[in-house]
C-alpha cells in the first residue's frame, strides 16, 4: 500500500507478539521460581526471640518467656526462616522482642516488636490488650504479623501446624 502502512501493521504485530512471549516468559518464570523457598527483604534468615519484658503493675515474668517460646516453638518447624532460642541474638538478622504490662486484674497490655538486630531499627510494632485467658489469640496475631512483614513463605499446611502448636496440640 501506499505510505508503507502494510510495514506498520506487521511491525505492530512482531512488537504485540513480542510482549505477549515476554509476559509468558515472565509468568512461567514466577510458578517455577517463585513458588520454592524466598528469603524475607533485605537477606532475613534468622530471627531472635526475646522473653517478653514485665514492666510495672505486676504481670509475671514467667508469662513473658511462655509467650515468647510459644512463639518461637511455633516458626520453628517452618523452614521458611531459622529461629534462634529464645534469649539467643547471635548472628539474628532481626530480634522479636515485648513487654507485657497489668491494668488491672483481668486485663494485660503486650506490646510486640520486631527490630533490625544491627541498628535496634524498628520494623514492626503493635499493642494488644487480653485477659490471661485469650493470650492464644495475641500470640496468633504476632505470629500473623511476623509471616506477614517478612513475607515468609510457607509451605501447605505450615500455618496450620504453627496455629496447632500455639495451642499445644
Known sequence: MINGTPTRRR?????AAALVVFGLAAVGAFFLYGRGRWSPPGGVHRLAVLPFSTLPGGADAALGTAIADAIARAL?????????????????????????ERLDDATLRIEARLLRSQDGRPLWSETYRSTPSRLAEVESAVLEAIVAHLRLRLEPGERDRMEKSLRGS
Open 11 to 15: 511491525n505492530g504485530r512482531i512488537v
Open 76 to 100: 520453628s518447624g517452618s523452614g521458611a526462616i531459622t529461629v534462634i532460642p529464645v534469649g539467643g541474638r547471635g548472628g539474628a538478622d532481626i530480634v522479636l522482642e515485648g513487654s507485657i
